[in-house]
T-cell receptor, first 114, second 111 residues
Framework: ETGVTQTPRHLVMGMTNKKSLKCEQH?????MYWYKQSAKKPLELMFV???????ENNSVPSRFSPECPNSSHLFLHLHTLQPEDSALYLC?????????????FGNGTRLTVT | SQQGEEDPQALSIQEGENATMNCSYK?????LQWYRQNSGRGLVHLIL?????REKHSGRLRVTLDTSKKSSSLLITASRAADTASYFC???????????FGTGTRLTVIP
């Protein structure tokens, strides 16, 4: 419905688990993003891919590993997370050609780390 | 900080009233955008205003931008219960590509 689809919608994982979040966009965009949304904090930009190349990594811990196999798909691989990593993880896409292009968001994955 | 800051943090009004939310930022910008987020969902882009624009309208939305004061406002006229959501401003800084978001204003419209 939004043009950007995220799965799963909810995920509960232990600190020793490995899981992956998936994002797919059907808008023909060529830039994709991962954001982290925690309560009472600004949206935190984690990773940016433009034309399938990572162009920005805002000092995110290595336990988060992104993958962008093509312009329509984006993954976030999770490994040995901490409880403070519990948050809503949002994927977004945009046209990379113009600075500050509007973002189209998915509905997010609500992650709980136990 | 890079992101905008919305004010107030929360706002509660009666249906039919107007709602005004403000955003302040600290650096020069290319554009400023407003987004809406319903509970548990993703953000939805509402409107974009460029640094050389002062006012923009879209339906019941009116956005103003004052670059001398580094501030913007979002006005929702004739509010409806369905307008209940969180509203975020996002700034694109001059020379940058990415958007930086604030913590949002939580709007509740009481039927």
């Amino acid at each position: 419905e939004t043009g950007v689809t995220q799965t799963p919608r909810h995920l509960v994982m232990g600190m020793t688990n490995k899981k992956s979040l998936k994002c797919e966009q059907h808008l023909g965009h060529n830039a994709m993003y991962w954001y982290k949304q925690s309560a009472k904090k600004p949206l935190e930009l984690m990773f940016v891919y433009s034309l399938e190349e990572r162009v920005e990594n805002n000092s995110v811990p290595s336990r988060f590993s992104p993958e962008c196999p093509n312009s329509s798909h984006l993954f976030l691989h999770l490994h040995t997370l901490q409880p403070e990593d519990s948050a809503l993880y949002l994927c977004a896409s945009s046209q990379a050609t113009a600075a500050g292009s509007p973002l189209h968001f998915g509905n997010g994955t609500r992650l709980t780390v136990t | 900080s890079q992101q905008g800051e919305e004010d107030p943090q929360a706002l509660s009004i009666q249906e039919g009233e107007n709602a005004t939310m403000n955003c302040s930022y600290k650096t020069s910008i290319n554009n400023l955008q407003w987004y809406r987020q319903n509970s548990g969902r993703g953000l939805v882009h509402l409107i974009l205003i460029r640094s050389n624009e002062r006012e923009k309208h879209s339906g019941r939305l009116r956005v103003t931008l004052d670059t001398s004061k580094k501030s913007s406002s979002l006005l929702i006229t004739a509010s409806r219960a369905a307008d209940t959501a969180s509203y975020f401003c996002a700034t694109c800084q001059t020379g940058a590509n990415n958007l930086f978001f604030g913590t949002g204003t939580r709007l509740t419209v009481i039927p």
